[in-house]
Nanobody
Framework: QVQLVESGGGLVQAGGSLRLSCAVS????????MGWYRQAPGKQRELVATITSGGITNYDDSVKGRFTISRDNAKNTVDLQMNNLKPEDTAVYYC????????WGQGTQVTVSS
């Protein structure tokens, strides 16, 4: 089995920063894209940011200029640096890895207070 474990979530005031990390529990032959998604209560899951094995990034417009995604290909980890957080960023954040099979972490709560 493949497990993805997120860490770094928490409670922060608007304008603050958090750094999320995700580690894959075992080696995978090849991971193409890793990313972060989020889901707020009563809403569907939405893309936050993705990064390919070659370093190509994609961000949702709502986080461009504030969030930065990065990865370590050797360790199959992906991080999300979140700066200038806003209350609308409040959600459960999920790590994703695609091989093209898709694997998901358990989620980590991010709460931004105003």
């Amino acid at each position: 089995q493949v497990q993805l474990v997120e860490s770094g979530g928490g409670l922060v005031q608007a304008g603050g920063s958090l750094r999320l990390s995700c580690a894959v529990s075992r080696s995978i032959f090849r991971i193409n894209t890793m990313g972060w998604y989020r889901q707020a209560p009563g809403k569907q899951r939405e893309l936050v940011a993705t990064i390919t094995s070659g370093g190509i990034t994609n961000y949702d417009d709502s986080v461009k200029g504030r969030f930065t995604i990065s990865r370590d290909n050797a360790k199959n980890t992906v991080d999300l640096q979140m700066n200038n957080l806003k209350p609308e960023d409040t959600a459960v954040y999920y790590c994703n890895a695609r091989t093209p099979l898709s694997y998901w972490g358990q989620g980590t709560q991010v709460t931004v207070s105003s």
